[in-house]
């Protein structure tokens, strides 16, 4: 493993807490607190107020509601993101999305439905 492999994530949230890794498969209910990364495959829901990370090449297949989503891999469910959604290049997502704050890249794959939240909606 390489030194830059080995360095956490930071994000405005604090350090990513939990990977699930590429050779991980999972499926559930799945509830969190700390930022959370998912670079396998995820079948289930995902609750919680917390920030998501959706790594390139992960599959999801979820209805997702979390305080931020970033997505960077493929999500088949519909996402509810009550602070921040942003849609990396390589981000995929087939269902409908709720958001108060909307960011999409340039080669962005998105199927569905987009509703904005006003600040004060959960």
Known sequence: MSKKEM???ITEHGVIATILGKETAFSGTLAFKKPLQ?????????ISDGYLVISEGARVKANIKAGTVVVGGTIVGNVTATQRLE???????QGNIRTAK???ADGVVFDGNCEMLSSDEP
């Open 7 to 9: 360095q956490p994530t």
């Open 38 to 46: 998912i670079s396998g495959d995820f079948t289930g829901e995902i």
């Open 87 to 93: 849609m990396l290049s390589t981000g995929k997502v």
């Open 102 to 104: 909307l960011q999409i």
